[in-house]
């Protein structure tokens, strides 16, 4: 595969940590990784033995939800880590680069520099839509990685499937185009990147069970891309990434029930989403709600700040993007139940009402 002459030469060179977990996965008694032969008496479950680094069966249960096969599967902590993996694998520090589309999700650059990568910042267009023709004119020889958010965080908006499809093309065989699709689940229909994996090996579509699937603080992420991609990303992740009790919530949460379960959830979000929408624009001091695809909106306030006050004084959190290219006064609010979101309109009428 031409796309591994672009990674690191000392990684592909590399030869990785070999955990006892691999060497030898089971056996009647285990005496090969300096475990305890009893489980700690304060732990819910049984925990005394190290996880296996890349679970079989959660993989291919990932790889069922995904249509795609296990080699194409990634599993690890969730999608931050595959970002991490990505930016250590292929940029060398002081002399590679790594292309992002700002406003959009910020660990791409963090990643990046804590790499030592230049971090290549292409301009949206008119309402922030992803301008294809100016990522490809940032990219230069020493760009690895493309990072694009689709539906994009915080601006909720969608990148269609033929701009990715272009981008993949354009970038064979040079850099990875890295497609992350957190909240895809939340979209109208909206077809995963995925899709493009078999005509385009040079893509890696970050998936998430942190959003849709309810499991943030489980931290359960994967990443899909090409079976020789997914193995080199294996040559540097740590020795056992997921927890045990991680990897259960993970199966869990995949059984059929569960799945029919975050299908109602999603849609719950989505007419909440709808329906919040609508209100936000309907108050006075709301200049605009960005058109979002995800489990949260973007909302341009006249007096952002006064907002953010007045929700924090009523207890309620939102997120202040405002110091994102282009977002001066926007605040980010995730979709929550219907009493939550009653309880945000509430707020934010009774402070302009007293404005
Ligand atoms: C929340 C989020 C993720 C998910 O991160 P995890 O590490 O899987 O919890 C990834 N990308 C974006 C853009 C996000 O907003």
Redesign the pocket.
Known sequence: MKLLERARAEIVALQPYSSARMEAGTGAIMLNANESPWPSVGAASALNRYPDPQPAALRAALARLYSVVPANVLVGR????AIDLLVRAFCRAGSDAVVTAPPT?G?YAVAARIQGATVIEAPRGDGFVLDGQAILAAVTDTTKLVFV?TPN?PTGDVVPLAVLAHLAGALRDRAVLVV?E??IEFGDDTQSAISLLSRHDNIAV?R?L??AHAL?AA?V?ALIAAAPVVALLRRIQAPYPLPAPSIAAALAALEPAALADTDARIARIRGERDRLARSLLALPGVIAVFASAANFLCVRFADAPGAYRALATAGIVVRDVGGYPGLSGCLRITVGAAKENAALLGALGACEAAA
């Open positions: 969730g999608s931050d880590e999700f660990m958010c965080n992350d957190a909240y970050l998430t942190s959003k943030a931290r992420g």
